[in-house]
């Protein structure tokens, strides 16, 4: 305990304003805050604290805030997505969503002065934003297909549901989980191919039988930053679908409670299992569960490729199909979000799922409905069966909006993708993630080719650029990629791309 002690003597500027006031503590003078107006906002709160609440403050597009939802699972009904559409579409051309890499939607171009009639509105929808942004538990992943694969080995909807109502108190913000030393990511998976990307989570629970009983063995500590990446190690430990809740909990009490909070760039999970070393940890762990953890099974069942979703499949539900669309690098506008809530509600259940690859399906779709649902003008934007790179192309923000980033990635990459699907046939998809800068949230480290913004000088002026990452594989045997080129200008990359995807994809010029 001395070593915690000790600590708090030792805080960061972070740890500072987080000890003067809660990040929650903003939820109270949001009605002032619209009425005097961004500019006229405490700074601390407006720049950080506000984000507690999900509304981050842009200086890049100052007075238009983005706005982070969470979505357990990646679900929500049509309804819902009408109601955030009607949101975006009061702001005209500043308006857009953002599908992230955590299942999620990103709303671009709010103002402040609306915040108050939002959050209303997302009460009478089942929305929340709370505690999706700073040092806080992340939106939860789960299988995008949970409850309607015919594969799955679990259906991972309501555990991820009771994970996030009992890290925000059902969603009302819940001050126990709201002074983590930095942000944590939860994974839950119930199929074999590893869509959640288990890997690069703080934890991930991985499907595995133990004398013939379902359950999960557990990986701690994976990670993404700018000054390091690591992936998840097993803890050792199997638990029973009923153990996950509790197990969640008593990890992130001890996180909490010991994680290291003098460094920001040292307080991720993985520093302090590297601190105290894994067997501490898990005996801490233990402790305070008040029991023995079982040892992990020895086989997980993480045996298949990863799959995408994108296209036309059966459901385990008879007469029934789930429809993958592909969003080129998860960017749409209130139109396209009413045109899927429309989609949803006339041919579907109303359900629509978000991929952690940025893309949408709508599951509940009759096998009567099929034939006309394809006829819909919306599948030519979005289609069911893109071309190679297109369909497995991953993108942060980007300086469009993000302020961290070094260069512009959704446009560039898209533009650079298309390019060279004019140039190359592909005989399969290739995963391309680009990341604006090294805090790594386009995931560079797991794409098959990974771009990450920085700048170079050339001909005597800076310029953007790229470090050039590959290796990374996710699915089964799932491994982080590494630098392999740095500083490679944005100008003189789509040739370099060229030659990678003909010499290591089997790319053939046209």
Known sequence: MTRTIERQTKLNSFEKFKAEKDGLAVKTEIENFAKIGWEAIDKTDRNHRLKWLGVFFRPVTPGKFMLRMRMPNGILTSKQMGVLAEIVQRYGNDGSADITTRQNLQLRGIAIEDIPDIFNKFEKAGLTSVQSGMDNVRNITGSPVAGIDANELYDTRELVKQVQDMITGNNKGNSEFTNLPRKFNIAIAGCRDNSVHAEINDIAFIPAYKNE??????????????????AAIPLNAWVEPSQVLTLCR???????????????????????????????????????????????????????????????????????????????????????????????????????RLTVEQNVIIPNIPDSRLETFLTEPLLEKFSIDPQSLTRAIVSCTGSQFCNF??????????????????????????????????????????????????????????????????????????????????????????????????ENFAAQPK
């Open 213 to 230: 009983k379902f359950g999960f063995n557990i990986l701690v500590g994976g990670f993404f930053s700018a000054k390091r990446c690591e």
């Open 405 to 502: 980033a070094l260069i512009e990635t959704k446009n560039r990459a898209l533009a650079i993708a298309k390019e060279l699907e004019t140039e190359l046939s592909m005989p399969k998809p290739v995963r391309i993630h680009w990341t604006g800068c090294p805090n790594s949230c386009g995931q560079p480290q797991v794409a098959e080719i990974g771009l990450m913004g920085t700048k170079v000088r050339k001909n005597g002026k800076m310029v953007d650029a790229v470090n050039l990452y590959m290796g990374g594989k996710v699915g089964k045997d799932a491994q982080l990629g590494s630098c392999i080129q740095k500083s490679i200008p944005c100008e003189d990359l789509k040739p370099i791309l060229r030659n990678l995807l003909i």
């Open 250 to 352: 008593v990890i992130l009490e001890v996180y909490r409670d010991y994680g290291l909070r003098e460094n920001r760039q040292k307080s991720r999970l993985m520093w302090l299992i590297d601190e105290w070393g894994l067997e501490e940890f898990r005996s801490k762990v233990e402790g305070q569960m008040g029991i023995t953890l079982e040892t992990e099974a020895l086989k997980d069942e993480i045996i298949w490729e990863k799959r995408d979703h994108i296209g036309i499949y059966k459901q385990k539900q008879l007469g029934l199909n789930y429809v993958g669309l592909n969003i080129p690098v998860g960017r749409f506008y209130a139109a396209d979000m009413f045109d899927l809530a429309r989609l949803a509600e006339v041919y579907g259940n109303g359900e629509i």
